[in-house]
């Protein structure tokens, strides 16, 4: 079956602009991860959902970031008024979901590549 | 929360050697292991894993072995290949209330020479 989708593959925005980021999890999947992850740089934690719970918003470095998930489904990051700083690759991953362990096992989609001139 | 440390951030060695990387972990109560290869330009995928009842899992060449009392995990590649070159992230997972999540290490970049 199909894995996990993020658009745009890349995207060029000016500072001050708003972006969002589509991710679109695989079908069934409950648990649904976004991560930042600037050049050269490991994985930065931003936002966790998980089927109907309230998400684990701790990763998100300032409140010009948010996301929500539709349904249970499709997730948008959104950032508002962009600095350079945000220039990265976003990784959005999703699983199965919790309780046996095999089902946290995180299925990563290729990453939107953000540049903030 | 948990907390995963990784060890060292770079690693390079001759083709035919064998590579070791190291996490440690916080939460005495993670019972989940995963790492993940990253290679240049693509998404990271998962290569091995490791629960916490099981002391050492093999496949082909890699191996991960589980210190529960020192908390500490590690990936062992033999015979390395420049293919094996990558960044690699472990993870451990961390209990909260009503749900798990993974915390990833920093990473180890792996460069295996020809």
Redesign the interface.
């Known amino acids: 079956g199909a894995g996990v989708s993020q658009s745009p593959s890349n995207k060029v925005t000016e500072k001050g602009k708003d972006v969002e980021l589509r991710c679109d999890p695989i079908s069934g999947h409950t648990a649904l991860y976004w991560y930042r992850q600037s050049l050269g740089q490991g994985l930065e934690f931003l936002i966790y959902f998980q089927g109907n719970s309230a998400p684990d918003k701790s990763g998100l470095p300032s409140d010009r970031f948010s996301a929500e998930r539709t349904g249970g489904s499709v997730s948008t990051l959104t950032i508002q008024r962009t600095q350079q700083e945000d220039s990265a690759v976003y990784l959005c991953a999703s699983s199965s979901g919790t309780g046996r362990l095999a089902k946290n096992i995180q299925y990563f989609g290729a990453g939107t590549r953000l540049s903030v001139l | 929360g948990e907390n995963v440390e990784q060890h060292p951030s770079t690693l390079s060695v001759q083709e035919g050697d064998s590579a070791v990387i190291k996490c440690t972990y916080s939460d005495s109560a993670s019972?989940?292991f995963?790492w993940?290869k990253q290679e240049l330009g693509?998404?990271?995928?998962?290569i091995i894993?490791i629960?916490s009842n099981v002391g050492e899992k093999k496949d082909q060449r890699i191996a991960v072995t589980l210190n529960k009392t020192a908390k500490h995990f590690s990936l062992h590649i033999t015979e390395t290949q420049p293919e094996d070159s990558a960044v690699y992230?472990c993870a451990g997972?961390k209990r909260?209330t009503?749900?798990?999540?993974?915390?990833?290490?920093?990473?180890t970049?792996l460069l295996v020479s020809p």
């Open positions: 019972n989940y995963p993940y693509k998404r990271p995928q998962l894993d629960r992230f997972l909260n009503g749900f798990q999540k993974l915390v990833f290490g920093t990473g970049r």
